[in-house]
RNA sequence: GCAAGAGUGGCGGAAUUGGCAGACGCACUGGACUCAAAAUCCAGCGGGCUCACCCCCGUGCGGGUUCGACUCCCGCCUCUUGCACCA
């Protein structure tokens, strides 16, 4: 017996839709567009993961859907190929990053092209292309050359900056300009290991603790974005888009803006002022101590000869403490005295200044009042060192609190808080922050604030395998940014890829590189050896789809407007892994790019999807140590690339983690070959009983809740029930002696987005000589789905008792009636009285009886 | 700790303006075909009972609203993910 041969028959299509370049894009503006975007890979050296072909089939059926409803259809497909391992493998084999990238993509490609993707390969893109570089550097480029104009609420060009009247010298006015920038250079603390002679990224920083080395933090010279000027937007705008609540709570969680007030403590003995942010500045009159952060530049200058040796050791210890040691909650909070004393202004009281690393740098002013007796740290910490607790807010309900056994955290009313000039004694929270902030401003001791978690993004790494920065430095201490014209930057050939040793980047160690004369100036100039982090490519390849070939933009305005315009991507499906940072770098650079008007749309991804995770047969996370892996290409091999489609969508709701089963996928292969034998016989023919006649009043029911079915449960992304409709058809449809050949065509057109090789095959077979790909989707015939007669339930006491058939639309006393006639109903309704009667049309009879 | 999501047969899952719980598939059981097996086809498949009927119980646990709750409300438990001293 013949069968359904996919090798044979998926390989023949590939090889057809190539030929025909079947699902090649044109910009044809005149027809309604659709933009369906998957996140692309990072071309890994393992290959294809079998979780890739989850989502990536998700938006494949969607666009093979929403082609055949008419619409010119953007889904294509790139690489994220910068990358660490792509170096540390180069560095392994000593291969060259670019030659390792090849070959990756390659492999990634085939794999990609085996599962029979509609992308429209000639629009592929690769974020390391020097073509492609080229517009990450000049949109870093635009970054740079901008300021954020907070009145007009966006970015502006750097020219167009005013220039305070008192800077006068050129190179003063440069230096104010770069002040200003949304890219800047910074000292930042970041993770430096002297004996690897390189920075390590925060994840990097565990594992080579563990194998014994030393990571301190220490502030270098980097390049940050100034991605905070747009937090405002970056929250407001959440507001707009059609994404998983979760992923907007977690923007919104790290964003993280919170209101309060900023308050001056002045320091006892000096000239000094100590400014803190406190979300509860009605707990004001309840501070008892000051607590700087250990990188807190003010430590040095206030801090007690007395005190002097003991702060400045806390500090290097605190210092070698990586991110994650300092916050592990667990441990017990440490801290010094620095033997300095502030005024609290509410009180006149002078409050010593303490040094924890409790306290954060980089979060509000990097210093903090501590109200003990309303913050569990400060409670805490004020426990550990013996500092005085004070109750400064009630409880509302009137109840008595010991601030000295636990922090009372609540909102609540004042108490103990007033001075001669103001009194919040008695006035519930809210307003109690109101007033004393009325009063700090008044006296000149404070001023609301709004403050955000959300930092500038460090956008500097010390690799070569990244983009160049595109800045050069003269010897007399000015820069020069690199004009349009001069992008993109190239690498240089280099042998070794290793780290220079001294915290910069390998492109540090090739002076004929770095050291030249400048063609445009004339001068002697140093470039940049810091590279952009792998985010920088991703965060905008969506726009280079919709003009990859364009050399004078990165996109040209015409089609930007066409396949991004007010809605930007229509539909962006990937992990949610990148919830947060992928996510709100793309969306700060798209905002700075709506501003200069090279984009149309405040927001890049309208409706965003994440697929969930794909387990092992054992539950768990799919691993190479755990051996529970699946190798798509040896799913492919024994069962064909429908078959891998089709189970995957199958497996459950998309966005659920679901488990992988071997013999599920024996079901599908099933499934598809009872689809081969509906149309096609023993003898390899199209099977006699595929006939022209017309479908029965039941054949056509089914034939159209498959339509509709298929229809809604594609624009929900609920591919598993709608293949669980497939599957109802068939057995209905098998077991019939005659197939409509109506039918038979409507369904191959449902199943041509899900399976399209299979569904091309059996098109063909039904005596098509045009691509299904081409063809329009099947509409639904609402007359068909309407049944004369329903089977309604009839319950006793809200227990079902029987069923009965009834006509379609039958009023109450008819249903009441009917309902009466069944046996079982009639027994239990015997010998009683019926109360009340419920009933709900074409559904329902329920009577309760007394 | 905080936030979000989830808990339904042996397994993956289906069902939401509140109206037949378990669609569809997997596994399993029985039957047909076969010398036999595989494949295929047909039937059964939540638990209980006096086992074809009838009846009772059943959607993590405990309450509540309702004629009626997987669905709505209150309180717990468990799991997953994310964040985690953000003042």
């Known amino acids: 017996m013949a069968g359904y041969d996919f090798k044979r ?34 071309p890994s050296g393992t290959g294809l993961h079998i979780g890739h072909p989850e989502g990536y089939t998700a938006t494949d059926i969607i666009s093979r859907y929403k082609r055949m409803c008419g619409f010119n259809v953007l889904h294509p497909m790139g690489f994220d190929a910068f990358g660490l391992p792509t170096e540390r493998q ?32 000639s629009r592929s893109v690769n974020t390391t292309s020097e073509d492609y570089v080229r517009w990450t550097q000049w949109m870093f480029l635009r970054i740079y050359n901008a300021w954020y104009d907070t009145s007009a609420q966006r ?53 080579w603790k563990e194998k014994g080395y030393t990571v301190e933090r220490r502030p270098m010279r980097q390049w940050m974005l100034r991605i905070t000027a747009y937090a405002d937007r970056l929250l407001a705008d959440l507001d707009t888009l059609q994404w998983p609540s979760s992923t907007l709570d977690m923007q919104r969680h790290w964003i993280g803006k919170s209101e309060g007030a900023q308050v001056h403590f002045g320091v006892d003995g000096t000239t000094h002022t100590v400014t803190v942010f406190t979300t509860r500045p009605d707990t004001l009159f309840g501070a008892t101590y000051l607590v700087l952060a250990p990188e807190h530049p003010l430590v040095d200058h206030i801090v007690s000869e007395s005190h002097r040796a003991d702060v400045a ?193 390998p492109l540090a160690t090739v002076p004929e590189w770095v050291d030249f004369v400048d063609a445009k100036t004339g001068k002697r100039a140093k470039l940049e050896t810091n590279t952009m982090p792998q985010w920088a490519g991703s965060c905008w390849y969506y726009l280079r789809y919709a003009d990859p ?107 659920a983690s679901k488990p992988w089963n071997t013999k599920g996928i024996e079901g599908i292969t099933r499934f598809l070959q009872r689809v081969w034998r509906l149309i096609v016989d023993e003898n390899d023919e199209l099977s006699p009983l595929v006939k022209d006649a017309p479908c029965t009043p039941d054949q056509a029911f089914v034939l159209h809740s498959t339509i509709k079915k298929t229809r809604e449960d594609i624009e929900n992304l609920s591919f598993n029930t709608a293949i669980a409709q497939f599957m109802i058809f068939v057995n209905e449809f098998t077991s019939a002696t005659v197939r409509p050949r109506v039918a038979m065509e409507s369904f191959v057109l449902c199943l041509a987005p899900f399976a399209p090789h299979l569904a091309e095959e059996l098109w063909m077979r039904l005596g098509k000589t045009t691509s299904v790909v081409l063809e329009a989707f099947p509409t639904v015939d609402e007359t068909a789905l309407v049944k004369s007669e329903v089977e309604i339930v009839v319950q006793v006491n809200s227990k079902v008792r029987g069923k009965v058939v009834v006509p379609a639309g039958a009023d109450q006393a008819a249903l009441e009636a009917a309902a009466q006639t069944d046996e079982n109903v009639r027994r239990h309704l015997d010998g009683k009285q019926i109360r009340k009667t419920i009933v709900v049309p074409d559904k329902l009879v329920n009577f309760i009886v007394g």
């Not at 190539?18 to 027809?31: A, F, H, P, Q, T």
């Not at 440069?174 to 800047?184: K, V």
């Not at 910490?381 to 509302?396: D, E, K, N, S, Y």
């Not at 927001?603 to 092992?616: A, D, K, N, T, V």
Request: charged share 25%.
């Open 9 to 42: 028959i998926e390989a023949q299509w590939q090889e057809r839709w190539d030929r025909d370049n079947v699902y090649g894009v044109s910009d044809d503006m005149s027809r309604p567009k659709y933009y369906v975007l998957d996140m692309f890979p990072y």
């Open 90 to 121: 180069a560095m392994v084999e000593n291969i060259h990053p670019a030659i390792i990238t090849e070959r990756n993509i390659a492999t990634f490609t085939r794999q990609l092209k085996a599962i029979g993707f509609d992308y429209d390969w």
């Open 155 to 207: 970015a502006r060009d750097i020219s167009e900056l005013p220039i305070p009247a008192d800077i006068t010298d050129p190179h003063d006015v440069e230096l104010y300009r770069d002040a200003h920038r949304l890219a800047y250079i910074a000292n930042i603390p970041v993770n430096w290991c002297e004996a690897l002679g390189t920075v390590l990224a925060n994840e990097e920083v565990d594992e």
């Open 313 to 505: 050791s806390y500090r290097e210890a605190a210092a070698l403490k990586s991110d994650l040691e300092r916050t592990e909650l667990s441990k017990v909070k440490t801290g010094v005295f620095t033997g300095a004393y502030a005024v609290n202004p509410a009180t006149g009281t002078p409050v010593p200044v303490w040094v924890a690393d409790y306290v954060l740098a980089h979060y509000g002013t990097g210093a903090i009042m501590a109200v003990p007796g309303h913050d569990e740290r400060d409670h805490e910490f004020a426990r550990t060192f013996g500092l005085p607790i004070v109750q400064v807010v009630a409880p509302a309900n009137g109840e008595a609190f010991d601030v000295h056994a636990a922090a009372f955290v609540d909102d609540g009313v004042g108490m103990h808080s007033a001075n001669a000039e103001v009194s919040i004694d008695g006035l519930p929270t809210d307003e109690a922050k109101r007033t004393i902030i009325n009063w700090l401003t008044t006296s000149g001791n404070g001023t609301s604030r709004i403050q955000f978690k959300l930092r500038d993004w460090l956008f500097s790494r010390q690799r070569y395998w990244g983009e160049p920065i595109p800045i050069m430095y003269f010897e007399d201490g000015t820069r020069r940014a690199l004009d349009a014209d001069e992008l993109p930057l190239r690498l240089p050939e280099v042998a070794e890829f290793k780290p220079a040793g001294t915290g910069e980047s």
């Open 549 to 655: 070939y364009n050399t004078d933009a990165f996109c040209s305005t015409e089609r930007e407007r066409y396949w991004l315009g007010q809605t930007g991507v229509d539909l962006y499906v990937g992990g949610g892994e990148h919830a947060v940072l992928h996510l709100l770098y793309a969306r700060f650079w798209h905002k700075v790019m709506y501003d200069f008007g090279y984009v149309s749309s405040t927001e890049p991804f309208r409706r965003l999807f994440h697929q969930g995770l794909i387990l092992g047969e054992d539950g768990r996370k799919m691993s190479k140590s755990l051996g529970n892996t699946i190798n798509p290409d040896h799913v492919i091999r024994d069962h064909g690339a429908d078959a891998l489609r089709l189970f995957e969508m199958f497996l459950g709701p998309l966005e």
